[in-house]
């Protein structure tokens, strides 16, 4: 069994940054696979990015070049930095925990001028 806690949603001008977190709790994180998936309004959720165990990294073609997902085992922590925002960028985040099936509680990301 696991939490996941997300934070550092919020708003952001078209060409800003912002950093998400997702905090794990209640069971093993390093061993588990993780990504990240967001959801606008009237649209599907749609996955956005993943993490290995063992680092390695996929992205949705629409992030590639502009988004990073990484993760730090000593905090139980994953991140994802993203960069050059777009309007079409703004959805509810959801932090995943791939391996057990387990959601986070979603962040709202908002790209507006």
């Known amino acids: 069994q696991v939490q996941l806690v997300e934070s550092g949603g919020g708003l952001v001008q078209p060409g800003g940054s912002l950093r998400l977190s997702c905090a794990a709790s209640?069971?093993?994180?390093?061993?588990?696979?993780m990504g990240w998936y967001r959801q606008a309004p009237g649209k599907e959720r749609e996955l956005v990015a993943t993490?290995?165990?063992?680092?390695?990294?996929n992205y949705a073609d629409s992030v590639k070049g502009r988004f990073t997902i990484s993760r730090d085992n000593a905090k139980n922590t994953v991140y994802l930095q993203m960069n050059s925002l777009k309007t079409e960028d703004t959805a509810v985040y959801y932090c995943?925990?791939?391996?057990?099936?387990?959601w986070g509680q979603g962040t709202q990301v908002t790209v507006s001028s």
């Open positions: 995943k925990c791939l391996t057990l099936s387990y």
């Open positions: 993490i290995t165990s063992t680092g390695s990294t």
């Open positions: 209640g069971s093993i994180f390093n061993i588990f696979a």
